[in-house]
């Protein structure tokens, strides 16, 4: 039994060997290039542990990716391969079939069909989604923490999920050490979290 399987759907990180290589080093616990980075035996090892476990969505052959598109690579995947858990990064990645120039309500019918997707075939979804300029703070030069509603493009970001969170990332500077927070915008049962609550963790 491998248990969960991930596919992975980012165009953003280029060609997939090269993301691969991210997979690999966070798997490991090695930097894939340099000082102390992976070996022959660690990249064995880590392509036998994800062989049948981390899929790699990615267009082929000129095709333009719409969501039409990734929800029919999703659903042959379920059935194909049993993968139950989904990531999209990001939202902004995939276009939209129809012409129509309503773009929030094109937003609204994404994220229906997501849930629904979810719920029909009981897998998880992760959409990545990325906010609007957020306002910096004149005194500590910090940007505010996004909120679901400051996703660009429509509050339904806020109003539709299930679940919503924030990884916020602080960058080391000469007085301060760097920190990512994970900050819960959103949980729709009690026992998934508590709303607004957060940690911080170094990465």
Not at 128 to 156: F, R, W
Not at 173 to 197: A, C, E, H
């Amino acid at each position: 039994e491998l248990g969960l399987k991930m596919s992975i759907f980012s165009p953003e990180h280029g060609s997939l060997e090269f993301h691969q290589t991210n997979f690999v080093k966070m798997a490991v616990g090695k930097p894939y290039w340099g000082f102390g980075s992976v070996n022959e035996n660690d990249i064995i090892r880590y392509t036998e542990w994800a062989n049948e476990r981390i899929y790699l969505t990615s267009a082929e052959n000129g095709e333009f990716p719409t969501w039409e598109w990734i929800f029919e690579k999703f659903k042959e995947q379920v059935f194909t391969f049993g993968v139950n858990i989904f990531v999209i990064e990001a939202f902004n990645k995939l276009g939209f079939k129809s012409e129509r120039k309503d773009h929030l309500r094109n937003i609204n019918e994404v994220l229906t069909k997501l849930t629904m997707f979810a719920q029909m075939h009981n897998v998880t979804v992760f959409l990545i989604a990325h906010p609007t300029k957020m306002k910096k703070d004149p005194n500590t030069q910090e940007y505010d923490v996004p909120t679901l509603y400051d996703v660009s493009g429509s509050a339904d970001f806020r109003n539709q999920t299930h679940d919503g969170y924030c990884i916020y990332r602080k960058f080391e500077t000469i007085d301060n050490d760097g920190y990512t927070r994970f900050v819960n915008l959103k949980t729709k049962f009690p026992f998934q979290g508590v709303i607004g609550g957060s940690i911080d963790i170094e990465y």
